[in-house]
């Protein structure tokens, strides 16, 4: 048995030298750092196990996310957002007359606003209503989250 022992430290001493050698190209001292290499050896075929098991976990995920993809569906619009709808008079002098689907109506409006630069210049989220925009806001100054709601009283 104690045969047996010999070998295997000398398979283990190989893979420690050659680190050693690495570090004996930047630093002169190379015969102090071999004998402190010795507990770190044991160290090290731990630390190569544990990118193993990273590289098996994520070849998982890989698959995971391949397998959603195959059976991926167009998406189709909900007819509800194509309907077309009625402008209020107030509404209709700032978008157009005709009738048109909300999202339509909300693009057009967007268009306005940054034509007439009504966007607040501190925060963005906010527009500055002229004259045409505060008939259909009621009020001088609206979030960009509350302006899909106002426009739902100038349609039908």
């Known amino acids: 048995m104690a045969?047996?022992?010999?070998?295997a430290a000398k398979k283990a001493a190989p893979a420690k030298k050659a680190p050693a050698?690495?570090?004996?190209?930047?630093?002169?001292?190379a015969k102090k750092a071999a004998p402190a290499k010795?507990?770190?050896?044991?160290?090290?075929?731990?630390?190569?196990?544990?990118?193993a098991k990273k590289v098996a976990a994520k070849k998982p995920a890989a698959k995971k996310a391949a397998k959603p993809k195959a059976p991926a569906?167009?998406?189709?619009?909900?007819a509800a957002f194509m309907k077309p709808l009625t402008l209020s008079?107030?509404?209709?002098?700032?978008?157009?007359?005709?009738?048109?689907?909300?999202?339509?109506?909300?693009?057009?409006?967007?268009?306005?606003?940054?034509?007439?630069k009504l966007q607040d210049a501190v925060n963005k989220r906010m527009i500055?209503?002229?004259?045409?925009?505060?008939?259909?806001?009621?009020?001088?100054?609206v979030s960009m989250f509350e302006m899909a709601g106002l426009i739902g009283k100038h349609v039908k």
């Open 38 to 51: 010795k507990p770190a050896a044991k160290k090290a075929p731990a630390k190569k196990a544990a990118p």
């Open 128 to 141: 500055n209503a002229d004259a045409k925009l505060k008939e259909v806001f009621g009020k001088a100054q």
């Open 89 to 116: 008079n107030a509404l209709a002098a700032v978008v157009g007359a005709a009738a048109m689907p909300r999202t339509e109506i909300v693009s057009k409006l967007w268009v306005y606003i940054k034509k007439n």
């Open 21 to 29: 050698k690495k570090v004996a190209a930047k630093k002169a001292p």
């Open 73 to 78: 569906k167009k998406r189709v619009p909900n």
């Open 3 to 7: 045969t047996a022992k010999k070998p």
